[in-house]
């Protein structure tokens, strides 16, 4: 095999620079395209970002790291784990991911500690592994027609087989690993990367002879390219050595999020250096880089310069974001810019760097006024608000309309006054209001129809944040997001929700929810400037939530939700870091709640994140309501809630597909829920907000809810 090339990065955003992608998938999905013509936007677009790439000097450029949803879902193609009952359907990719009018698709969470939602493979007794190489060869003999020479890229077995929970199933996929490195070594094919992210968490003996066995097998395999093992989001820990003693040739490493430890291990391997970060938007510091890349150097036969991880956590081009601050832009790094760096310090000479900065060390911790005990405001909120048995809501969304959308771009393009703007989100207001009292929900919500994303709209409204025209990144199959700029300090000018909340108020006699972002999710979700902790950062914005949720009170909202979906998302990978980050987390939400007087009822919302493993933190954040993810995930929620000791909304429809529960659907999963809540306790709503869905499903899919709910209310009175 050739040496490895100098520069490479781990994968490249997908989405296309204009959301191309997401153009084509939501044409096919509406019928109004070919599956032959989204297949020729995606190729189209792995074209321009292999030749953008060479363009930009990219020694090794990688192929399969496209995916028309998801790499985890491809994965599972490609090894032939694919559940019986999506084989009949039309297109049982697709099934697989988003569901179809019989069939409930596969489960969601996020990648990581990242934003990234992924499709949870799905493997039982009745999964027979069977190798299916069509994609990554496909991709590599379009690269090569093009004059390109590509690096395919795969989940490695042991992190594929961890996400799935069937890790014991490890000698059966190996066999189709094998199988693969044949077919890619009779391509000619060089290298192939197999990424290993979850080797960068803790990880048991048990799992680490895993690693072990894996990789003493591919490494012997008689007939392969050279294996680089890329790991990233982390340090790899008791895991480098493990992996370093297997005979693959090359091992990527993080050193933006991980450390130098261990490095000794590495001697004798090619090291692909994760110096780059592809996790936030600033630029690198060229002088740590090559202490760091130099430290490396010291250990390893050859070192290869790379980035921390995919580039598919950032937007495309800082070129074209005219609307920013100039000395601003001047700090910024995007995808194209990242590999500009990495080419440049491939170029650069080792010697001589600086050494790495010190860490900042974290401030005294913040101490605020709390609200009552949850006994006591219960019975202030039940007085209060007089809701039936097993209220229903929903999270927060109603349908974003192709009008909403145009009349916001209007405003933005000159073309419609902000009265008038106004006036159409009023209007909306109203219809949102008139459909859930139409339908019967007890606790409705004003729709969020001013709102373009739960956490950009509150930063156009607060110090301290920028935002993009064009900076989107990919959240899960068509849905992308345009992550806001946390550069500096962070305060709240005006109220941001109020006037909003009021108008809805003042429609109906049924009490209306104030929408709030809380600040683990609005720091979470954004692009966070590097000179503070985080958890620093964090409080600035509990402040201004603070601040928020008192002025709702004033206006008279009399519940109100502050959302933290990204509280797990944060966690770190490794346990000793998690309780020093989950009890700074906890109490920034308690600060941003604490404004609010007993009578006030607060909600929260979580979801795709396997919030099950953090129960006693969510229990910790003292909401008075929570609702929770569930549908999607077959209720594994309902295991561990039993000792929860608030109001609980388990969801019981999944809006991240297009199709309908049945009323059958919905008895089932709250009877489920029954069993191990009082009904004292337990809230009816779906698993996440409904923007992305159509009025006609959120309607069909809201009535069957309510009937089911009325039902079990029948019931309950009787007894």
Not at 40 to 57: F, V
Not at 187 to 213: F, H, N
Not at 370 to 393: F, K, M, S
Not at 600 to 616: R, V
Request: hydrophobic share 45%; net charge negative.
């Amino acid at each position: 095999m050739s040496s490895f090339p100098r520069s490479t990065v781990l994968g490249y955003p997908r989405i296309g620079p204009r959301r191309e992608l997401k153009r084509a998938l939501e044409s096919y999905w509406d019928g109004r395209s070919t599956r032959a013509e989204l297949e020729e936007t995606g190729a189209e677009l792995r074209e321009r970002t292999w030749r953008r790439l060479a363009e930009l000097g990219l020694a090794g450029l990688p192929s399969n790291t496209f995916s028309l949803y998801d790499q985890v879902l491809d994965t599972a193609v490609l090894l032939g784990a694919v559940p019986r009952r999506y084989l009949d359907a039309e297109d049982p990719y697709f099934a697989m991911a988003r569901g179809t009018a019989g069939l409930a698709p596969l489960r969601m969470t996020k990648w990581f500690d990242t934003n990234y939602h992924y499709i949870v493979p799905e493997i039982d007794a009745e999964t027979v592994f069977e190798l299916d190489a069509a994609k990554p060869l496909a991709e590599l003999r379009q690269a090569r027609e093009l004059g390109f020479e590509t690096r395919p890229v795969v989940i490695g077995p042991v992190t594929f087989l961890l996400l799935a929970g069937a890790l014991e199933r490890l000698e059966e996929v190996l066999g189709c690993y094998e199988e693969l490195l044949a077919i890619l070594a009779a391509e000619g094919v060089e290298w192939v990367q197999l990424d290993e992210p979850a080797l960068v968490a803790d990880r048991s003996p048990e799992e680490l002879a895993a690693v072990t066995a894996a990789y003493e097998r591919l490494g012997s395999a008689p007939s392969r390219p050279g294996l680089f093992v890329a790991s990233y989001f982390g340090d790899l820990g008791e895991a480098l050595p493990v992996l370093a003693a297997t005979p693959v040739e090359a091992i990527g490493v993080d050193l933006v999020r991980g450390g130098l430890d261990r490095l000794a291990a590495l001697a004798g391997k090619t090291v692909v250096a994760g110096v780059v970060s592809g996790r936030d938007v600033w630029r690198t510091a060229p002088g740590r880089a090559l202490s760091l890349l130099r430290a490396v150097r010291e250990h390893a036969a050859d070192v290869v310069v790379s980035t921390s991880c995919s580039l598919l956590h950032v937007p495309y081009d800082v070129a074209g974001e005219d609307g920013l601050d100039p000395a601003l832009r001047a700090r910024l790094a995007f995808a194209e810019q990242k590999v500009a760096e990495v080419v440049e310090l491939a170029h650069a000479d080792f010697q001589g760097a600086e050494a790495p900065a010190a860490s900042v060390a974290l401030a005294d911790p913040v101490v605020f006024e709390g609200r009552g005990p949850y006994v006591e405001r219960a019975a202030a909120q039940a007085a209060h608000l007089r809701l039936p048995a097993l209220p229903i809501t929903t999270i927060g969304s109603f349908p974003q309309t192709g009008e909403l959308r145009a009349a916001r771009a209007a405003v933005v393009a000159g073309t419609l006054e902000e009265a008038g703007y106004d006036r159409r989100v009023e209007a909306e207001i109203e219809r949102v209001i008139r459909l859930q009292e139409r339908l019967g929900l007890d606790v409705l919500v004003h729709g969020e129809p001013e709102r373009n994303d739960m956490v950009q709209y509150f930063a156009e409204h607060l110090d301290g944040f920028a935002v993009t025209a064009n900076g989107w990144v990919q959240s899960y199959g068509s849905r992308c997001t345009r992550p806001p700029i946390l550069h500096g300090d962070v305060g709240r000018p005006a109220p941001i929700t109020v006037r909003w909340a009021r108008h809805a108020q003042s429609l109906t006699d049924k009490p209306v929810k104030g929408m709030l972002t809380g600040p683990v999710t609005i720091v979470a979700w954004s692009f966070v400037r590097d000179d503070l902790p985080l958890r620093d950062v964090v409080f600035q914005v509990a402040d201004a939530v603070r601040d928020e949720v008192r002025d709702l009170e004033a206006a008279g909202v009399s519940i109100i939700q502050v959302d933290e979906p990204a509280l797990r998302e944060l966690l770190p990978l490794r346990r000793a870091s998690q309780a020093d980050y989950l009890e700074w987390a906890v109490a920034a939400y308690r600060r941003a709640t604490s404004g609010a007087s007993d009578r006030i009822q607060i909600h929260t919302h979580l979801c795709y994140s396997d919030a099950d493993q953090i129960l006693a933190a969510i229990d910790g954040l003292d909401a008075d309501v929570t609702t929770i993810e569930s549908a999607r995930s077959g209720a594994r929620i309902l295991g561990a809630v039993g000792s929860f000791g608030r109001g609980l909304g388990p969801g019981v429809y999944d809006i991240h597909s297009p199709r309908v529960p049945s009323e059958a659907e919905v008895e089932e999963l709250l009877r489920e829920t029954l069993k191990v809540l009082p009904a004292g306790r337990v809230w009816v709503n779906p698993d996440c907000g409904l923007k992305t869905r159509t009025y006609e499903q959120v309607e069909a899919a809201l009535a069957n809810v309510v009937g089911a709910t009325r039902r079990l209310r029948d019931e309950l009175g009787a007894m």
